[in-house]
């Protein structure tokens, strides 16, 4: 079965210290992965996406992750993280079907 | 531009009734998801469209779901006899083709069933 596993549901933070938040996906799932942001009552916003060549992918507001196929995982990170950056993040895999399947989230508090 | 826009935001239906939620994509974007966010459930797929292909209907959850898309644009889901399990948001997202296309998303439908 297809899956996308994040491990993390809640993850707090203090502001400036850095952050990873670890996804891992199943080998038939994927093709291509993303990195979604949903920030309160809103809708989801892409962050990156890996397709094919550099394992290392960067995104918006300072974020990157790193694909690696041997470990099928797809972690997000970022060096320093804001207050703003408090938000839902969702990490998604997909295939030429177009359809996205989706991790449970995980739940990113910063910290002043 | 404008972005893909929902309605409406918020709906609250009594067990039993037939809801209609509506979705209007970016215009030229020839694909289109639904997708059901829910606390027990997460993000799962419900449906997709592309262009004039037959729908990938294969994450509908029962046959009170259905949903359809006229001209290659605006979208209707559509729930029969509401249960309460059906409550969720209802997300929406286009994009230009499907695959590698980035998903732009909607900000929702909060569907409540009392």
């Known amino acids: 079965a297809q899956s996308v596993t994040q491990l993390d549901s809640q993850v707090p933070v203090f502001e400036e210290a850095p952050v990873e938040l670890r996804c891992n996906y199943s080998s038939s799932v994927s093709v291509y992965l993303f990195w979604y942001v949903q920030?309160?009552?809103?809708?989801?916003?892409?962050?990156?996406?890996?397709l094919s060549g550099s394992t290392l992918v960067k995104g918006i507001n300072g974020f990157e992750a790193e694909f690696n196929k041997?470990?099928?995982?797809?972690?997000?990170?970022?060096?320093?993280?804001?207050?703003?950056?408090?938000?839902?993040y969702f990490c998604a895999g997909?295939?030429?079907?177009?359809?996205?399947?989706?991790?449970q989230g995980t739940e990113l508090s910063v910290k002043p | 531009g404008a972005?893909?826009?929902?309605?409406?935001?918020?709906?609250?239906?009594?067990?039993?009734?037939?809801?209609?939620?509506?979705?209007?994509?970016?215009?030229?974007?020839?694909?289109?998801?639904?997708y059901r966010q829910s606390l027990g459930q997460g993000l799962e797929f419900l449906i997709y469209f592309q262009g004039n292909s037959a729908?990938?209907?294969?994450?509908?959850?029962?046959?009170?779901?259905?949903?359809?898309?006229?001209?290659?644009?605006?979208?209707?889901?559509?729930?029969?006899?509401?249960?309460?399990?059906d409550s969720a948001v209802y997300l929406?997202?286009?994009?230009?083709?499907?695959?590698?296309y980035e998903q732009y998303f909607g900000p929702g439908t909060r569907l409540t069933v009392t």
């Open chain 1, 39 to 50: 920030y309160p009552n809103q809708g989801l916003q892409l962050l990156l996406k890996y």
């Open chain 1, 70 to 88: 041997s470990q099928t995982s797809f972690h997000l990170r970022k060096p320093s993280v804001h207050i703003s950056d408090t938000a839902e």
């Open chain 1, 94 to 103: 997909g295939n030429q079907g177009g359809k996205l399947i989706f991790g």
């Open chain 2, 3 to 34: 972005g893909v826009s929902q309605s409406p935001s918020n709906k609250v239906t009594e067990k039993g009734k037939d809801v209609e939620l509506r979705c209007d994509p970016i215009s030229g974007h020839t694909a289109l998801y639904w």
């Open chain 2, 55 to 85: 729908p990938d209907k294969s994450g509908l959850p029962s046959d009170r779901f259905s949903a359809e898309r006229t001209g290659g644009s605006v979208s209707t889901l559509t729930i029969q006899r509401t249960q309460q399990e």
């Open chain 2, 92 to 100: 929406c997202a286009s994009s230009l083709m499907d695959g590698i």
